[in-house]
Structure formats: C-alpha cells, structure tokens
C-alpha cells in the first residue's frame, strides 16, 4: 500500500466546513491502496470544536501531531472574543469595526505572512524532512487555507526528491476576505509572490471550482485539476419535517453575506400573504454576526428567529433533512464565484429544496440547476426570490414541498477519493 503525507491544520477535533475535505478523502484512500499519513497541530486553536468527527477517521490512517505556537494566544490580551471571530474568517464589517477591531486586522495582515500558522513551517520541515526519509513517503500533499502549509510543501520538495500536490480549498490572494486584512503593500506584494512561488513549485495543482482554475492558469503551466467537495452517506435516519415552513441557514452567516433582498423579500411576505406569518419560521444553525440579527430586527422579522448556534455535524445533517427550505448564501463580490461552499453537497442529497443568494455567474448556480435541486438568484433579483419563496410556501401548504434531484453521484466522496487516487497514483514527472 502506497503511503502519501498529508499536511493539514483542520482536523478532527476541529469542527466546521473546512474539516470534512481532508477527513473524508483520508476516510477513503485506504480503498484504493493508499495508506494516508496525516500531520496535523498537536496544540492548535481551533475556533470551533466536534468531537464526534474523530469516529470518521479511517483506522489505517497514521496521525502524527507535532506542536505549533499561534499568536492568537497574545493578541487575546486585547480581546479573546474578537481574536476566536478572526481566527474563525469572521471579519467585522468596516463600517463598525472599533480600533481594536482594526489593530488586530493588521497585525494579522502584516506581521504575519501569509497567515498566523507561518511558525509551524520551519519546525515541521525539520520534522517532516527526516520522516519522509526514514518512511519511504515520496508523495506530500498540502492543503490550505491556511496557506502558509503549502510554504511545508515547497521547502520539503527543495530539499527532498518527492512530489508535491498542493490543495486550494479556497484561492490565496482573491479570496473575499482578502482585501479586508488592511494589507500594506509590502504585505500585499508578499502574499501575490508567495502564492506565485507555490503555483510555480508544486508538481500538481488541485482546485474546487472551474473559476479558481481558470484564475490559476493566469498564473501558473503547472497541472491543475478540479474536485469539488462532496456528501457522505451519513447514517441519519428518516426525520419528520418541522411543522413551520422553515428556512433554515446551517454554517457560519458573516456579514458580508447578508443577504438584505432575503429579508426585504420575506418582509413583504408577512405583509401580504394571509397566514404567511403564522407558518414562518428562521433557523438558523451556527455562527451568526451581529449585523445579521441587526438587519433582520430592522426588517420586523426578529420574532420568526430560531437560532439554534452551533451543533455537532451529525445535528446539522439531520436539522438539513427536518427543514423545509434550505439557505445557501454567498459574499456578492466577483472574488466569491468561485466559491462553492461545502455544506452545497449535504444540502444536495438532503431531498430538501434550495434557495441560494450569490453573485451572477457563481460556480455553485451551476451545480444547483444541473442537479434539479434548488434555485439560485443573485443580489438584484428581489422579486425572483419573492416569486420562489412564495411557490415553495404553496407547496408546503399543499404537503407537496420536495425535489427530484439528478446526477449526484459525481458528488459522492467515494467517487471524487477515487481521482484523487487516480493523481496520486501518477508516475512522479521526470
């Protein structure tokens, strides 16, 4: 069995969407003969923990945790709850962020490139170096964010005579959060050559989404292939629906993605659809900002509110099946096209609809018309949305809410493991 070194930061006991790539490709690798070495943090600051997710690790796979110093730990003398926000991608909006808010995003920007786990690179070299050696392990593969991994990559195959395969669970310098980290230009020139230096030096390039790939040929001759994230065949049983017509949003809801034609749309309805009001109900499961519940109050919506927090992954999968309509909403900026948020593919085989708000031409409308399993409109269609909301709340009425998904086994995690194997298992390049 061929063995293949992993370096990732999230991992069980860490929860949330970034979690579940790694840990399900490392579920399935052993079925086409490749043994996965997984080294992870052995003290990281995880801003979400899940420990039931430690039952889906494969028992052939070898972890090996070496410690990492974090600086998150000294810049929560300023604020313990705002440095978990940004250690967690939750970023203030600009309009209200405190001087706090705005020191803590340029330390972070500045003083620690390309990210605040950049100190674990050196020890995990030296580390990593001699252990590749003594094992025989010739194929590494990195995943970020957070990107300063792929600098373990890179620094291993100037040293070693391995291949290297570098995973962009999301883009480096055009991810939406980005320009918001109060970059001097310095920092900004950094981050661009280390990202080119990346795409430049690995052997193989993977990427979620077609935009992310056509943004990184700009970049780079390096192969570059895409596999999206996936669903699992979880073990959750038949759940009865709630009794509300209820739309539910599962995962972190930041500010950016506040979707004000969403509330503008059901406001109207309350308004105009006798009994509408009386069957309503947001469900909203995980991280939510402060302008989310702002904006929602201002729209006379607070009292439909059901916010559920955060809850394990086996409570969000069975929280998918029991909701009516299922929310998906996405950052309107042209650097979020290319996103295609992990929790689409769970919501996919959950059998409930799909409403999803993102930017025109996103990669993930795509997926939602081509599996017949939602509707996607982007931040100008109000009266779509309305249109759709209210045909669905008919539907519930009726007792007739469902959908007739199509060609979702491309998105099986057993089935997009096997190309992952399928590179893995290519000759090294000469």
Partial sequence: MKKVLIVTYYFPPAGGPGVQRWLKFVKYLPDYQIQPVVYVPENPSYPILDEGLQEDISAQAIIIKRPIFE?????????????????????????????????????????????????????????????????????????????????????????????????????????????????????ENEHKNLERQVLHTADSIIVTSKSTKLEFQKKTNQPITVITNGYDSENVGKQNLDAKFSLAHIGSFLSERNPVILWQALSDLVKEVPGFSSHLELKLIGTISKEIHETMHSYNLAEYVNDL??????????????????????????????????????????????????????????????????????????????????????????GTLKVNAVGLEAYSRKKLTERLAELILQQNPS
Avoid: C
């Avoid at 291949?163 to 991810?175: K, L, M, V, Y």
């Avoid at 997926?367 to 949305?385: A, M, R, V, W």
């Fill in 309 to 398: 927090g955060y809850v394990s992954h086996q409570e969000a999968l069975v929280h998918q099946r029991k909701s009516q309509v299922l929310l998906l909403i996405e950052i309107n900026s042209r650097n979020t096209i290319s996103i295609i948020p992990g929790k689409l593919f769970e919501y996919m085989v959950s059998g409930r609809p799909i409403v999803a708000i993102g930017p025109r031409s996103s990669d993930f409308a795509e997926i939602i018309q081509s599996t017949n399993t939602g509707s996607f409109f982007d931040y100008s269609d109000k009266e779509g949305l309305k249109k759709t909301i209210l045909a669905l709340y008919e539907s519930y009425l009726n």
């Fill in 71 to 187: 600086p998150y730990g000294l810049a929560s003398v300023f604020s313990k709850n705002k440095t978990k926000k940004i250690s967690a991608g939750i970023i203030p909006n600009e309009r209200k962020m405190t001087t706090v808010d705005k020191f803590l995003l340029w330390i972070r920007g500045n003083f620690f490139i390309p990210d605040a786990r950049v100190f674990w690179v050196k020890p995990s070299v030296a580390y990593l170096k001699k252990y590749l050696q003594e094992n025989q392990i010739d194929t590494v593969i990195t995943t970020g964010p957070p990107h300063s991994l792929h600098l373990i990559g890179m620094k291993l195959k100037a040293q070693l005579p391995i291949r290297w395969i570098a995973d962009f669970r999301d883009p480096w310098t055009t991810i939406g959060y980005h320009d918001k980290l109060r970059l001097s230009d310095y920092a």
